[in-house]
């Protein structure tokens, strides 16, 4: 038979594995970076960022080589002239 005090330690470790597991994969994304424009932009991503489903809007060929990323976009928005869901696209 476990003691009291012998389950209280058990269950204190316990408890403390878990908010130390849970600080690692419970943690906040690193900051996507916000650029100062698109140049900047595209120098890391050439053909530009969007949304997940992003479609660009145009009336002639459509860039489909744009990088997906969420959170970049996000920090980007307003070098999304068109607002078509992609930053800084360029053929």
């Known amino acids: 038979m476990t003691s009291t005090r ?8 316990a408890v403390s594995g878990v908010l130390a597991l849970g600080s690692v994969w419970g943690a906040a994304p690193a900051s996507a970076q ?10 890391d991503y050439p053909h ?5 489903g992003a479609v660009d809007a145009t009336s002639g060929t459509p860039v489909t080589t744009f990088e997906v990323d969420a ?6 928005t307003k070098s999304d002239r068109d607002k078509d869901g992609i930053a800084c696209e360029k053929k």
């Open 6 to 13: 012998t389950t209280r330690v058990l269950l204190t470790a």
């Open 34 to 43: 916000a650029y100062g424009n698109c140049a900047a932009l595209n120098a």
């Open 48 to 52: 530009g960022v969007g949304k997940p």
């Open 71 to 76: 959170a970049v976009y996000s920090d980007n």
